[in-house]
C-alpha cells in the first residue's frame, strides 16, 4: 500500500524558511514522478515543485524558482521541500503527491497524496 505522509509545517514570519518532508511507502520505481503542490483558501490546487526521483531532475515553478528546493533522500525514502525567503503569499496547505504519468503539475496526473501540512507565513 503506497502511503505518503507530510511534516515540517508551521507558522514562520515572512523572510523566514521551513523545510517540508514527505516520507513515502509502499512505492515502485513506476510512481517515480512525485510533485509538492499547495493549496490555499478559496483557490485551486497548484504544483510548486516536481521531481522525476529516478534521475533527480526538478523543476520549480516561477513563483517559487530561486526560493524553494526540492531533494530526496533515498535511503530514508524521503522528498523533502526547501523553502527559503518565505512571503505572504505562500501561506496554503502542502502536499506531496506521487505518479506515473510524467512531470505534470497538474493534481489529476498524480495518484498517491499524503494528508498535507500547513504553511503560514506572517508578515
Known amino acids: 500500500q503506497v502511503q505518503l505522509v507530510e511534516s515540517g509545517g508551521g507558522s514562520v514570519q515572512a523572510g523566514g524558511s521551513l523545510r517540508l518532508s514527505c ?3 509502499g512505492f515502485t ?23 522525476n526521483t529516478s534521475s533527480g531532475y526538478s523543476q520549480p515553478t516561477d513563483a517559487v524558482k530561486g526560493r524553494f528546493t526540492i531533494s530526496q533522500d533515498n535511503a530514508k525514502n524521503t522528498v523533502y521541500l526547501q523553502m527559503n525567503s ?9 502536499y ?11 493534481p489529476d496526473d ?9 504553511v503560514t507565513v506572517t508578515s
Open 23 to 25: 516520507v513515502t511507502s
Open 29 to 51: 520505481s513506476i510512481n517515480r514522478y512525485m510533485g509538492w503542490f499547495r493549496q490555499a483558501p478559496g483557490k485551486e490546487r497548484e504544483g510548486v515543485v516536481r521531481i
Open 86 to 94: 518565505l512571503k505572504a503569499e505562500d501561506t496554503a496547505m502542502y
Open 96 to 106: 506531496c503527491a506521487a505518479g506515473s504519468r510524467g512531470l505534470s503539475y497538474r
Open 110 to 118: 498524480y495518484t498517491y497524496w499524503g494528508q498535507g501540512t500547513q
